[in-house]
């Protein structure tokens, strides 16, 4: 009569001279009590739990959480101005909130701060430059314009700091109006913030990766509104194409190029900023010299 076999004794698999009782749950490899790692299900080993937390990533912060961090301080000013600046020039003598315009008469409020060449030429009333950016022709074109600034405003600050932010859009404005002084007819009158709105496409389009766009999609949207600019009568296309390429440029300055993913330091994006507006500055002074 033969004995039955003994009890087989396992040993862990990382200390060969201990005993091991336990199995991993996931690999069924022996353990001892000091590779034990507690599961929901029994025990796991530690290179399992080590493959496990490689693979785990963690929980994206949703874009509504971040902008409750970071709240668009600089975005909603901007949309504000816009809309007192509407409102203001709209409640005017002989204005309406419908036409806030009336060109006739020249101690009307818009008169004083749309874009006239003449008038910047002539008046020295280069403050125009910017008060334009700030002025709207009807309900439907401030709509339009602050709509805009409003999707793609709070991402872009949140990514570049609030000055930047600032920075980049009143430079934006400032070269589409630039461009209209400098290559525009000089007896049309403009007014619109759709040049800043442009410029911020650029810098969207410099800065896709680090707000994490899917460049196809941005290229599209950006091209659909190039489209709409040169297909429709009475949008000034040099002040969309000027914002867009001030806008560029800007993105450069506080990105740096789209490849490039460490941070360019402060002092040299404020030394890119102020470059890009001696640049615009200089643009005007050329043209009002040879006017």
């Known amino acids: 009569m033969t004995e039955p076999p003994g009890e087989v004794v ?8 201990r005993e091991a009782l ?17 599961a929901s ?25 971040r902008l409750m961090q970071s709240p668009p301080y600089v975005t909603v000013t901007l949309i504000a101005l ?12 002989g204005a309406s909130l419908r036409d806030p315009t009336t060109p006739s008469s020249p ?34 074109h401030i709509l339009s314009n602050m709509l805009a600034l409003a ?14 932010f600032a920075a980049v859009y009143l430079l934006s404005g400032l070269g589409g109006s630039a461009f209209i002084y400098a290559f525009g007819a000089k007896l049309v009158v403009t007014a619109g913030a759709s040049g800043a709105v442009f410029g911020l496409f650029g810098a969207c389009l410099v800065l896709y990766r680090k707000l994490g766009l ?27 194409i000027g914002g867009f390429i001030t806008g560029l440029a800007a993105g450069l300055a506080v990105g740096g190029l789209p490849s490039v ?4 330091p402060t002092r040299i994006q404020a030394s890119g900023l102020s470059v890009l507006a001696g640049v615009l500055v200089l643009l005007v002074g050329v043209r009002s010299a040879t006017w």
């Open 214 to 240: 899917d460049l196809q999609y941005l290229i599209g949207i950006i091209a659909l509104n190039f489209v709409f600019t040169f297909s429709v009568h009475g949008i000034s296309k040099l002040g969309h």
């Open 261 to 264: 993913r460490t941070r360019v």
């Open 82 to 93: 816009n809309a007192v600046a509407y409102v203001w020039t709209g409640t005017r003598p």
């Open 22 to 38: 336990v199995r991993c749950t996931r690999c069924d490899r022996p353990i001892c009590p000091d590779c034990m790692r507690p």
């Open 151 to 164: 999707f793609i405003g709070p991402a872009l600050e949140q990514l570049m700091g609030r000055w930047r």
């Open 107 to 140: 101690d009307a409020l818009f008169y004083k701060w749309q874009l006239f060449p003449p008038a910047i030429h002539d008046g020295h009333r280069y403050y125009e430059l910017i008060t334009s950016a700030f002025l709207h022709l009807s309900l439907l």
């Open 10 to 17: 396992s040993h862990c698999y990382r200390h060969p001279h």
């Open 41 to 65: 299900v029994g025990f796991h080993c530690p290179d399992d739990v080590a493959r496990e937390a490689k693979t785990v990533r963690a929980p994206r912060t949703s874009v509504g959480a």
